[in-house]
């Protein structure tokens, strides 16, 4: 069942970093002290990875318990592991890296060099048994319920690696997918799907800047998430958009929040 989108307008992509990691922290400290742990999938991108270095200068980081959270990842680049350009070397040199996780809660999707292999596909399957094994019996879908998954929303509307008409924004029954072909570079990526994501308590999107005005308001306004997949994007408990004031400048009036910071 899809919830309402919640919008939330910042008036600048630094400030939107800054309030998006403190309401993170605030979500993480909640689900550990009702539950003794939390799980949050974190996402890339200049706005993952923004909010991910405003969380590691906030003081209130410390207010987590990071030995207590698992780490999971909407997409990656299949890449050699270490390689700049996957997500969770840009996360570690952001945040991962200087708080006390345990090395066992933090799981990186494969790498092009790991067990697996060049096989995109086999990794995504492998990703989706670790997914499978940390469900518990109440969870949906085979994944464990995230208290936060987040998304970048890209200019072209595309969250995770699923980008528009392509095969893996189509997928029903899995939960994880090898994208070939993708295009923005490069081609090759593993990715959650939409019933993986939609499993999710809590899904924010994130988007800042003037070149993803247009995105969030196509997505914001009625379109199928086949051609607009950040539409399909949704939380069970909770979907809310966190964006600075460029990325919201061609919303309409009627979805624009009357009280925004």
């Not at 799980?39 to 991910?52: D, F, H, I, P, Q």
């Not at 933090?106 to 995504?124: E, I, L």
């Not at 081609?187 to 993986?196: F, G, I, N, Q």
Request: charged share 20%; no cysteine; hydrophobic share 45%.
């Amino acid at each position: 069942m899809s919830t309402a989108p919640q919008l939330v307008v910042h008036r600048d992509k630094e400030l939107m970093a800054q309030a998006a990691a403190a309401r993170l922290i605030t979500r993480i400290v909640d689900a550990q002290a009702s539950r003794g742990s939390a799980s949050v999938v974190l996402t890339g991108g200049r706005n993952g990875n923004g909010l991910l270095a405003a969380l590691a200068a906030a003081p209130a980081r410390d207010a987590v318990d990071w030995g207590r959270i698992d780490l999971w990842w909407g997409d990656e680049r299949f890449l050699p592991d270490g390689d700049p350009e996957r997500n969770v070397t840009q996360a570690r040199a952001a945040l991962l890296d200087a708080v006390p996780l345990d090395p066992e809660r933090v799981h990186a999707m494969p790498a092009s060099d790991g067990p697996h292999g060049t096989d995109v596909d086999a990794a995504a399957a492998s990703y989706a048994e670790e997914l499978a094994r940390a469900a518990g019996p109440t969870d949906h879908g085979g994944v464990p319920e995230f208290d936060v998954l987040m998304l970048g929303v890209g200019p072209d509307t595309h969250v995770a690696s699923l980008f528009p008409e392509l095969p893996a924004v189509r997928e029903t029954e899995r939960t994880v997918v090898g994208v070939h072909g993708a295009p923005k570079p490069p081609p090759t990526r593993v990715t959650l799907t939409l019933p993986a994501i939609r499993a999710a308590r809590e899904v924010w999107l994130l988007a800042a800047g003037e070149d993803k005005a247009e995105a969030a308001a196509i997505a914001l306004s009625g379109a199928g998430e086949i051609q607009a997949p950040a539409a399909g994007a949704y939380g069970r408990a909770r979907t809310l958009w966190l964006l600075d004031a460029a990325a919201a400048s061609q919303l309409p009036r009627a979805l624009y929040p009357p009280a925004s910071a």
